[in-house]
């Protein structure tokens, strides 16, 4: 089984409607973030969460919410999603242990269309 | 801001060819870099991560190399095989308090054709 999954895989929606993307890891890590990837761009941080009650703002926040449910849960919630949003969402996370590795382990993406 | 640019954007290669992809960053006080690939429905895999204080990392037929002063590095592929068709990118880690934030380029496509 996958450490890092995220449901759904694919989703086309509608201007205006909410939206969320949930994301789930078996590795035991605490941190956890978001990122989106637009064709020719690379990836972008949205949020990301050191523990449940540790959230902060990535570079390009605006127009998304996150929740940490438990420490293997991070979802992303567009509340009135629109066109400019059709992306490649990625969810990662990361050992915060000094002793851990730095290296991000990423889901197989969302890709969501906004019509 | 850190910029991080990767060329070029697309590289068509045939099979047993060595390569060289490259990933320039502008602000020079980073903590690490990672290469990562990126296969089509897949997420991102770490190949390599350097850190600052490193000059290369090796693994397999992967060399990266690092030169932190000129704000460079490069990925090396030996003896390109057609399953080293992905999407490579580079990101590097701002500082050792970034909160391990990453700031990617928008990578190369390597296609290796038999």
């Known amino acids: 089984d996958a450490d890092v999954t995220q449901t759904p895989r694919n989703r086309i929606t509608k201007t205006g409607k909410r939206i969320m993307l949930e994301c789930s890891q078996t590795k035991g890590h605490d941190r956890m973030y978001w990122y989106r990837q637009d064709p020719g761009l690379g990836l972008r941080l949205i949020y990301y969460?050191?523990?449940?009650?540790?959230?902060n703002k990535g570079e390009i926040s605006d127009g998304y919410s996150v929740s940490r449910q438990a420490q293997a849960k991070f979802s992303l919630s567009l509340e009135s999603a629109i066109p400019n949003q059709t992306a490649l969402y990625f969810c990662a996370t990361k050992s915060g242990l000094i002793t851990g590795t730095d290296t991000q382990y990423f889901g197989p993406g969302t890709r969501l269309t906004v019509l | 801001k850190q910029e991080v640019t990767q060329i070029p954007a697309a590289l068509s290669v045939p099979e047993g060819e060595n390569l060289v992809l490259n990933c320039s960053f502008t602000d020079s006080a980073i903590y690490n870099l990672q290469w990562f690939r990126q296969d089509p429905g897949k997420g991102l895999t770490s190949l390599l991560l350097?850190?600052?204080?490193?000059r290369e990392q090796t693994s397999g037929r992967l060399n990266a190399s690092l030169d932190k002063s000129s704000g460079r590095s490069t990925l090396y592929i030996a003896a390109s095989q057609p399953g080293d068709s992905a999407t490579y990118l580079c990101a590097v880690r701002p500082g050792e308090t970034s909160g391990s934030r990453l700031t990617f380029g928008e990578g190369t496509q390597l296609t290796v054709n038999p």
């Open positions: 350097i850190q600052s204080s490193q």
């Open positions: 969460s050191f523990d449940v009650k540790d959230i």
